[in-house]
């Protein structure tokens, strides 16, 4: 089992950025894939990016352009790059990670991640 703490959420302006960290402890090599989901209220979890142990990476069709996720291995930490901001992108980000074929990592195969984070939440007001 891989634990995730999620951290660096917060409250921006319309245009701004934010930097989301989630870092990884225990098991952390059965992992092939580590993927950035969100919740906004009265909406279902959606996808954001994804990233493989190689580096490969993607993402939503809403964010393309405006994030980056990387991943550093040394220090076990996934990142989340925020820029340009929009109102509708408030929601409760969630860290994940699981051992998955790379077509699953690529295409958000929600059921594949086995390990979540609690949370942390970007507010974005206009």
């Known amino acids: 089992q891989v634990q995730l703490v999620e951290s660096g959420g917060g409250s921006v302006q319309s245009g701004g950025s934010l930097r989301l960290s989630c870092a990884a402890s225990g098991y952390t090599w059965s992992s092939s894939c580590m993927a950035w989901f969100r919740q906004a209220p009265e909406k279902e979890r959606e996808a954001v990016a994804s990233?493989?142990?190689?580096?490969?990476?993607a993402y939503a069709d809403s964010v393309e352009g405006r994030f980056a996720v990387s991943l550093d291995h040394a220090k076990n930490t996934l990142y989340l790059q925020m820029n340009s901001l929009k109102p509708e992108d408030t929601a409760m980000y969630y860290c994940?990670?699981?051992?998955?074929?790379?077509?699953?990592?690529?295409?958000?195969?929600?059921?594949?991640?086995?390990?979540w984070g609690q949370g942390t939440q970007v507010t974005v007001s206009s």
């Open positions: 990233i493989d142990n190689y580096g490969r990476t």
């Open positions: 994940a990670a699981g051992a998955m074929a790379l077509y699953s990592c690529m295409n958000f195969h929600h059921g594949r991640f086995g390990s």
